[in-house]
Nanobody, 116 residues
């Protein structure tokens, strides 16, 4: 089971960009499905983007065309490139790693605030 630490959050103006990183410690990082979830104030946590071990990606409709998830197994890191940010993207962003629902790990979260 990997341990996860997110970084890269912050305050950005509407239309701006941010890149989140999530560093995993432990072995066999390449076997894990990696996900970015987010939770806005007063809302349930939602899956924003996901990348499988063979690099297949999926996105929630609200971020398609604006967010890109990628992974670097050599660095045990998953990234979330966020472009054309909107105020409604404001949330705490969490990374998750699991293998078919097993060996499930979550990071502590990083705050993203989109505001002028």
């Amino acid at each position: 089971q990997v341990q996860l630490v997110e970084s890269g959050g912050g305050l950005v103006q509407p239309g701006g960009s941010l890149t989140l990183s999530c560093l995993g410690s432990g072995s066999f990082f390449n076997l894990y499905r990696l996900e970015w979830h987010r939770q806005a104030p007063g809302k349930q946590r939602e899956l924003a983007a996901m990348i499988t071990s063979d690099r297949h990606t999926t996105y929630v409709d609200s971020v398609k065309g604006r967010f890109t998830i990628s992974r670097d197994n050599g660095k045990n890191t998953v990234y979330l490139q966020m472009d054309s940010l909107k105020p409604e993207d404001t949330a705490v962003y969490y990374c998750r790693a699991h293998v078919g629902g097993r060996f499930d790990s979550w990071g502590q979260g990083t705050q993203v605030t989109v505001s002028s």
